[in-house]
């Protein structure tokens, strides 16, 4: 369990939330940094989880606005809790505070991209899968939405 989850700017948490993303997605899984930091963040808002008053996890809601997609949709992405905190429930009380905070927005859908090893932690929360399995920075993932 955190200490607490927060709603940051980018701009504002820009060093915790680079901290957590570059060990998570760059040292853990080989991701290019281009890829992970893709000039997009300071377009949405950030969740950061906090354990023992360290930031310990992060995660983005993206604004959808393509045609298709129903209308007020969101894109989670970015999740990550750094190694030593996983399993703690840290990462569904993230999800969590922004299936909350997309809620309060009106939101009506949230999609996301989850490795495939993933899946079950987001089924439990609400999330169907649609589509087949595909790559994303050299990753297998699925993608997902949930109704709110």
């Known amino acids: 369990m955190s200490d607490r989850i ?3 700017s980018f701009e504002d948490a820009k060093i915790d939330i680079q901290k957590i993303r570059h060990q998570v997605f ?3 899984q080989g991701v290019e940094p281009e890829l992970d930091f893709d000039g997009l963040d300071n377009l949405t808002p950030h969740f950061l989880a ?3 008053g ?3 996890g992060t995660a983005r809601l993206r604004s959808l606005d393509a045609p298709g997609l129903e209308r007020h949709s969101v894109k989670l992405e970015r999740m990550a809790v750094l190694s030593a905190y996983r399993g703690q429930g840290i990462g569904r009380e993230l999800l969590q505070a922004a ?3 997309a ?3 009106g939101i009506a859908e949230i999609r996301l991209n989850a490795q495939t090893y993933a899946k079950a ?3 439990k929360l609400g999330f169907e899968p649609y589509g087949s399995e595909f790559q994303e920075a050299g990753i297998s993932h ?3 939405k949930k109704h709110l």
Do not use: D, L, W
Request: avoid cysteine.
């Open 6 to 8: 927060e709603v940051v």
């Open 26 to 28: 760059q040292q853990e």
């Open 50 to 52: 906090y354990r023992q």
């Open 54 to 56: 360290q930031p310990v």
């Open 99 to 101: 299936i909350a905070f």
């Open 103 to 105: 809620h309060s927005q």
């Open 121 to 123: 932690f987001y089924q």
């Open 142 to 144: 699925i993608a997902m």
